[in-house]
């Protein structure tokens, strides 16, 4: 029997997500509106540093966001190196609706937002600045494992027409180089979906998830019958086997989440400390601690 709908996003901040997702789905509405108006909850609060508004600036102390959405029928948009607007995924939408692209970056999609009547806006907060102003002390760059418990927001979606969307949008890593992008707005690497089998997203490290095209990945296996949380593993395991003699492994974190066409779910992750939160029509809105390999 399929389970649906079902919402399942990464980290605490999901919670919300979540609750604005859930509003849409339990009232008819589409996998598509409702991944957009969960991620949205997260962009919005500057209190949440890893995404939109109030994310941590890059090592020139400037917020520059990636974002990208995907929908039943493998259109997708995106949006990446992306500065002063608040709602990336709400760009990275029109993008997909309004272009016959997938991706704009950098001014011309700062340029495109302006036209679709965004507005432009200064992300920096002073919360975040002061963080930034901390880091320019020492400027050292070393990926945080766990920023904070918050991260990225990925979320995954399936409808009562049983149609998979997702979302995905960051600030990135904090402190990263100006120009950098990670995996978070990159199709296949941050997010991937087949409504034929189902849909996965990412957080963590995003090179990692570039290097091994994870979240396709993720799909690929369960799409050969393995369920979500062993197809995540498999993948997890693969970054692991790439990184396990390396430097960057000390500060390396990885999470994944899934979603399959029949509603079931799961997740892995490299270490201990990524949780993600799910509902579905039995199971409440809740926070659910991701399984790890090391
Ligand atoms: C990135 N995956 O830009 C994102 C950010 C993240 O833990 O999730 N960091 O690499």
Not at 17 to 29: C, H, K, M, Q, S
Not at 111 to 137: C, D, P
Not at 204 to 227: C, D, F, N, P
Request: glycine share 10%.
């Amino acid at each position: 029997e399929i389970i649906k709908p079902v919402v399942i996003s990464t980290w605490n901040h999901g919670l919300v997500a979540n609750e604005a997702t859930w509003e849409l789905l339990v009232n008819g509405g589409n996998a598509l509106d409702a991944v957009e108006a969960g991620v949205k909850t997260a962009e919005a609060n500057p209190e949440v540093q890893t995404v939109g508004l109030g994310g941590f600036p890059d090592r020139e102390g400037k917020v520059t966001l990636d974002a990208c959405i995907m929908d039943h029928n493998n259109n997708c948009g995106s949006v990446a190196f992306l500065q002063h607007i608040k709602h990336p995924i709400s760009v990275a939408r029109m993008v997909m609706e309004k272009t016959p692209h997938v991706m704009l970056v950098g001014e011309g999609a700062l340029q495109f937002a302006l036209e679709q009547g965004f507005k432009k806006e200064n992300l920096l907060t002073e919360k975040s600045k002061k963080a930034y102003e901390a880091w320019l002390e020492n400027s050292q760059y070393k990926p945080t494992i766990n920023i904070e418990n918050h991260d990225t927001i990925s979320l995954l979606a399936l409808d009562e027409n049983g149609n998979l969307s997702g979302a995905c949008t960051t600030s990135g890593a904090a402190w990263k180089m100006h120009g950098r992008v990670g995996d978070s707005p990159i199709i296949g690497a941050g997010l991937f979906l087949d409504n034929e089998v189902g849909a996965a997203a990412a957080t963590g490290m995003g090179e990692a998830m570039m290097k091994t095209a994870g979240s396709a990945m993720v799909v690929e296996l369960m799409r050969q019958g393995k369920s979500p949380e062993e197809a995540c593993k498999e993948v997890v395991k693969r970054i692991y086997k790439i990184y396990q003699n390396t430097p960057d492994l000390e500060w390396l974190q990885v999470g994944f989440i899934a979603l399959n066409k029949n509603g079931e779910y799961g997740s892995y992750c490299l270490r201990p400390g990524f949780n993600y939160a799910v509902q579905t029509k039995s199971l409440k809105n809740q926070l659910i601690d991701g399984k790890y390999l090391l």
